[in-house]
Every structure is written in structure tokens, then in C-alpha cells.
């Protein structure tokens, strides 16, 4: 079982930055992938950025030059970097890890806020 947990979400202006993170309850050894999802309201949940265990990153063309994912492995807590967010930014945004054997789980989401 793994548990995911994030944290740092809120409300910023247009143009501003955010940082939120993941926490897991396991080693990072034990996930092939981890990443971040988002939906907003009445949308279908999109995929923003993955990062395999060797590091190889995966960003939604949308967010590409503004947003970073990083991993802190002593810490088993990835992080996400939000730059010159905006308004369509705003969304709940998962964590999410997949193990080496195929399951893959999902934090309970943290809310992110742009205001115009």
C-alpha cells in the first residue's frame, strides 16, 4: 500500500508562483513513476508532468517552460514548481505513483487557485 499525501496548495495572482509537494510513504525505489494530474471544475482530470525513476519527465504542452517537477529522494517527496501561473491553471491537483508492478496510486488532492 502506498499513501500519497500533498500539501502547498492555494491562492495566487496571475503571473505568480506556487509550489506544491508530495510526500510518500514509501521509497521512491519502490515507484517506476510519479507525477502530478489536475482537473478542473467540469473538466476530465489531464496529466501535467511524470517522472520516471530514472528521471526522464513528461510535461503537458501547456505547462511546459513554466512548471518543474523535482524529487527529493531521502525525503521520498516530489514537488512541483508553478511559474507565471494562470487562470487556467486553476484545478485540484493529484499526485499520483506507480509502482513497478503496474498499480498506481493517488493522493487526495490539493486545490490551486489563479486569480485574473
Known amino acids: 500500500q502506498v499513501r500519497l499525501v500533498e500539501s502547498g496548495g492555494g491562492l495566487v495572482q496571475a503571473g505568480g508562483s506556487l509550489r506544491v509537494s508530495c510526500s510518500a510513504s514509501?521509497?521512491?525505489?519502490?515507484?517506476?513513476?510519479m507525477g502530478w494530474y489536475r482537473q478542473a471544475p467540469g473538466k476530465q482530470r489531464e496529466l501535467v508532468v511524470i517522472i520516471t525513476s530514472g528521471g526522464t519527465t513528461n510535461y503537458t504542452d501547456s505547462v511546459k517552460g513554466r512548471f518543474a517537477i523535482s524529487r527529493d529522494n531521502a525525503k521520498n517527496t516530489v514537488y512541483l514548481q508553478m511559474n507565471s501561473l494562470k487562470p487556467e491553471d486553476t484545478a485540484v491537483y493529484y499526485c499520483?505513483?506507480?509502482?513497478?508492478?503496474?498499480?498506481?496510486?493517488w493522493g487526495q488532492g490539493t486545490q490551486v487557485t489563479v486569480s485574473s
Open positions: 499520483t505513483g506507480g509502482t513497478w508492478y503496474g498499480r498506481d496510486y
Open positions: 514509501v521509497s521512491f525505489l519502490s515507484l517506476k513513476t
